[in-house]
C-alpha cells in the first residue's frame, strides 16, 4: 500500500461523499412538477419540500440528528 493510500484509510477519506443533508436523506419528500418554458421547452421545479418525520418544511440543505442515508 503507497503513503497516499494508507493515509486516506487512516483518515477515513471517501472520494464521493454525500454531506448529511435533507437531500441525501432517506427521510426527504418533495413534489417535482414540470413547467413550460418560455422559448417552446420546459423543465422540472420541486417544491413542497418536507421532512417525512416531522412533517415541516425543510432546506434541501439543511440537517438534524434524525438523518438516515438513503439506500444506494
Do not use: I, L, W
Given at each position: 500500500?503507497?503513503k ?12 464521493k ?12 419528500q418533495?413534489?417535482t ?6 422559448f417552446?421547452?420546459?423543465f422540472?421545479v420541486e ?8 412533517g415541516?418544511a ?9 438523518f438516515?442515508?438513503?439506500a444506494?
Amino acid at each position: 500500500m503507497s503513503k497516499q493510500s494508507e493515509a486516506k484509510k487512516q483518515q477515513g477519506y471517501v472520494s464521493k461523499h454525500k454531506p448529511k443533508y435533507c437531500m441525501n436523506c432517506a427521510n426527504f419528500q418533495s413534489e417535482t412538477t414540470t413547467v413550460p418554458g418560455a422559448f417552446g421547452g420546459s423543465f422540472s421545479v420541486e417544491k413542497n419540500k418536507r421532512c417525512g418525520v416531522g412533517g415541516f418544511a425543510v432546506s434541501k440543505q439543511g440537517t438534524c440528528d434524525y438523518f438516515t442515508g438513503k439506500a444506494e
